[in-house]
């Protein structure tokens, strides 16, 4: 059951938000990995993934982001974490996705504090 | 809570192909929400229930196509009890819990994550072999 995810990239202050629309699981491999690229071939130094509030992020999204993490991890990058629930945010931390990755509140509050 | 709800047994069957466990965390959350349970730990089980799901559709059944994935649960002695049963033999034991360090420095694969979760989150889990070698995952939620 393959699924789509659009992600739009945008650079903000000097951050490349990538903006991921629909759920992430392992079907989102090859658009997060094609975003990611995207976002270091710019020359980026900090990334800020911006979730759907509402996304469904089962085991096999959250190994498909840990693999981001580890790319960021290598290329010396600051990384963060927007837009996802309540639920999602307890998830990440129990895996500790949150030592690598910050998560904030707000769009706004990203900008401000990874800038 | 609805009194008649105690003991009375909601069954699904889902196909072996991952993006099906919605159905079954969709039913849990509804069947939850009748019972009053409190919003995030709904949160919990339909994280529990679609990774139980998604273990049996691929380590239970070894990504068979013709074999499916029961999910079963029950109100009893206050708690929720969630089986999710598969048609295979694929594994008898969860996977260590992932260490992301260790993932993150890619001297470890990036799985496991689906087991942890649910030993995490379930308020109890026990893992049943069948006398013909299919597994039962047990978990269980207190109200």
Not at chain 1, 95 to 114: C, H, N, P, R, W
Not at chain 2, 74 to 90: C, E, F, R
Not at chain 2, 100 to 107: D, G, K, P, Q, T
Not at chain 2, 110 to 134: H, M, S, Y
């Amino acid at each position: 059951m393959p699924e789509v995810n659009e992600i739009k990239l945008e650079t903000r202050d000097a951050i490349t938000v990538m903006d991921i629309r629909g759920d992430v699981t392992a079907f989102s491999e090859p658009f997060l990995n094609d975003a990611y690229q995207s976002a270091n071939a710019r020359g980026t130094g900090k990334i800020l993934l911006k979730f759907d509030s509402t996304a469904y992020i089962n085991s096999g999204g959250i190994a498909v982001l840990i693999q981001v993490l580890a790319q960021t991890q290598k290329n010396k990058q600051l990384i963060g974490i927007t837009g996802i629930s309540d639920h999602f945010k307890k998830i990440f931390n129990m895996v500790g996705i949150t030592k690598f990755a910050k998560i904030y509140e707000s769009l706004e509050d990203a900008l401000k504090q990874m800038a | 809570m609805p009194p008649h709800l105690e003991e009375q047994i909601i069954e699904i069957t889902l196909p072996n192909q991952v993006g099906y466990e919605r159905i079954a965390m969709a039913s849990a959350a509804t069947f939850a929400k009748m019972l009053g349970l409190a919003p995030e730990r709904i949160e919990d089980l339909k994280t529990i229930v679609a990774e139980a799901s998604i273990n049996a559709m691929q380590h239970g059944n070894k990504d068979r196509p013709d074999a499916r994935v029961s999910v079963s649960m029950m109100l009893k002695s206050n708690s929720i009890h969630v089986a999710v049963a598969d048609q295979g033999k694929g594994f008898s034991t969860f996977l260590p819990d992932p260490n992301i360090e260790r993932i993150v420095n890619e001297l470890d694969p990036p799985v496991g994550f689906g087991t942890f979760l649910i030993r995490q989150l379930a308020d109890q889990v026990d893992i049943e072999k069948t006398a013909d070698g299919t597994n039962i995952v047990r978990m269980t939620i207190k109200l």
